[in-house]
């Protein structure tokens, strides 16, 4: 018999023929991949007094997986599809993986003198950010999900550990312990949700589950395994009420970690959020689209009630990241509107793309600021401009554009916005769209107070010493305010991401 079994085996694989595998659309991830080797390699054989160069090399990392999605870009409009469908690069996947290298390179400038000072453990965080970000570039491609579920995870574990680098300071002990739990609960839901998914259609592709589901007319199986697969990516993009890890976990990991989770792990989620819904989910739109549309009102109303209260900056910048993700869910809600579609696709990857400047800036405004005040309360920021007039024209400009003021780029990602919700032209939409305006006018208060103890407050501790930010935190700055102004002066440059049918055959 093992024979017999032994002979069926070598016949049939005589017949096979090893799949094509396109590496070239692949660059980014295997120069990734070659990078966390590096970096690793490096930082067992380098001296402590050299392990500075790990953050350079980490940024040439980032900049060299950069170039084959430029050049990619530049090939051609074709679709690029390995592993039967399941792992997609097209121009939809291009985009995004452009935004998290460009945001981590960021991040890697904001983080290198924190980490020099500090004494952290240089090496090892470098190589966690990068396999962070390695999941986030997979995850721009995923289109099963099982592929999904293990990119989330590739992204996601090492943020629990970067959340807790700070092992001596119980607010990040605290902040690990709070991110991991909830995390690990969140992904037992969102994996429960998949395997209903899975059994209801037979199938983990998206495009299989979404001809499944095409004809709307879902069981009590399918209803359950969309509200779990909804709720489970709730959590990573901090949407109220999954949103209660957000303002500890910001505040007691080190500021960069901050920022990183603020905008990468956050477009991660809805860069999967929005996969789903666009590809598995179109039958589904009278499950989502309530669910969606209640979570997108509550996370922006709460989120600026929240941040109207605070005190310390980055906790209110916190909370206001967690109003910001309310504001690109609004347009989800509306995905499967004929009218809609395309429009909500744009302005949810628009608005990606702006947030991820304006956020990056904020927080590097409070790194610089807070090397001199050691403190992150809002009132040591009175009087900013008389030490550090740079520095305040900086944060007015980054504070504007959060605050949805033209002509900076946060205003027309706003308007996007706006104008995906108006499209689909239901009542349902005119309510959303209310309640985000007087949103906006909320959030530009609590930004605005900020502006003024900049800009009119005295000194609170008398000390005049001018702020010298370090060169990488002044180049993070330069990247993320000349983003901020560009984009909102020449919003064409991604205004053109608006045609559904070129971001992704897929779709």
């Known amino acids: 018999m093992l024979v017999?079994?032994?002979?069926?085996?070598?016949?049939?694989?005589?017949?096979?023929?090893?799949?094509?595998?396109?590496?070239?659309?692949?660059?980014?991830?295997?120069?990734?991949?070659?990078g966390i080797n590096i970096v690793l390699l490096l930082d067992l054989s380098l001296e402590a007094s050299k392990k500075w160069a790990l953050a350079t090399i980490t940024g040439v990392v980032m900049l060299g997986a950069f170039v084959p999605v430029v050049t990619l870009a530049l090939v051609g409009d074709e679709t690029r599809s390995l592993f039967d469908g399941r792992y997609v690069i097209d121009e939809y996947a291009l985009i995004l993986k452009a935004l998290f290298l460009l945001v981590a390179y960021v991040v890697v400038l904001m983080s290198q003198t924190e980490l020099e000072e500090g004494g952290y453990y240089q090496g090892e965080f470098y190589v966690l950010m990068l396999c962070s970000v390695l999941g986030m570039v997979m995850m721009s491609s995923a289109r099963d999900l099982v592929s999904i579920f293990v990119a989330l995870e590739l992204l996601s574990i090492p943020a629990y550990m970067m959340a807790a680098w700070r092992k001596?300071?119980?607010?990040?002990?605290?902040?690990?312990?709070?991110?991991?739990?909830?995390?690990?609960?969140?992904?037992?839901?969102?994996?429960?949700?998949?395997?209903?998914?899975?059994?209801?259609?037979?199938?983990?592709?998206?495009?299989?589950?979404?001809?499944?589901?095409?004809?709307?007319?879902?069981?009590?199986?399918?209803?359950?395994?969309?509200?779990?697969?909804?709720?489970?990516?709730?959590?990573?993009?901090?949407?109220?009420p999954f949103h209660s890890w957000a303002p500890d976990t910001y505040e007691g990991a080190p500021t960069p970690v901050a920022a990183f989770f603020s905008v990468a792990t956050k477009a991660a989620g809805f860069v999967a959020l929005m996969t789903i819904i666009f590809i598995a989910l179109p039958g589904a739109d009278d499950v989502y689209k309530p669910l969606v549309w209640a979570m997108a009102a509550l996370t922006m109303t709460v989120g600026n009630v929240m941040a109207l209260r605070q005190t310390n900056i980055v906790r209110m910048l916190a909370y206001s990241s967690v109003s910001q993700g309310g504001f690109i869910l609004m347009p989800l809600a509306f995905a499967a509107s004929p009218d809609a579609a395309g429009s909500a696709l744009n302005a949810v990857i628009v608005y990606l793309l702006v947030y991820a400047f304006m956020n990056l800036g904020a927080?590097?405004?409070?790194?610089?600021?807070?090397?001199?005040?050691?403190?992150?309360?809002?009132?040591?920021?009175?009087?900013l401009f008389s030490y550090a007039p740079g520095l305040t024209v900086a944060m007015t400009i980054l504070f504007a554009s959060l605050a949805g003021i033209p002509p900076l780029a946060g205003w027309f990602a706003k308007f996007n916005a706006f104008r995906a919700v108006l499209d689909a032209g239901s009542s349902s939409a005119y309510v959303l769209a209310g309640i985000a305006a007087v949103n906006t006018v909320i959030a530009a208060a609590y930004y605005m107070r900020v502006l003024r103890t900049a800009w009119m407050d005295e000194v609170p501790d008398g000390d005049m010493t001018p702020i010298k930010p370090p060169a990488p935190i002044i180049a993070a700055l330069g990247i993320t305010v000349i983003g901020t102004i560009v984009l909102g002066v020449l919003p064409n440059l991604v205004a053109r991401f608006g045609d559904i049918d070129s971001l992704t055959g897929a779709f």
């Open 4 to 34: 017999s079994f032994a002979s069926t085996l070598l016949a049939q694989s005589s017949d096979w023929v090893a799949p094509t595998i396109d590496w070239h659309a692949l660059a980014p991830e295997l120069v990734l991949i070659a």
């Open 363 to 383: 927080f590097s405004i409070v790194i610089a600021v807070s090397r001199k005040t050691r403190s992150g309360e809002i009132s040591s920021f009175g009087g």
């Open 168 to 240: 001596r300071d119980p607010k990040s002990n605290e902040a690990g312990i709070k991110y991991y739990l909830l995390g690990v609960f969140a992904s037992a839901i969102l994996l429960y949700g998949m395997s209903l998914l899975f059994g209801a259609t037979g199938s983990t592709l998206l495009t299989d589950i979404g001809s499944a589901l095409g004809d709307g007319d879902l069981i009590a199986l399918e209803v359950v395994a969309v509200v779990f697969v909804i709720c489970g990516f709730a959590f990573k993009i901090s949407a109220v």
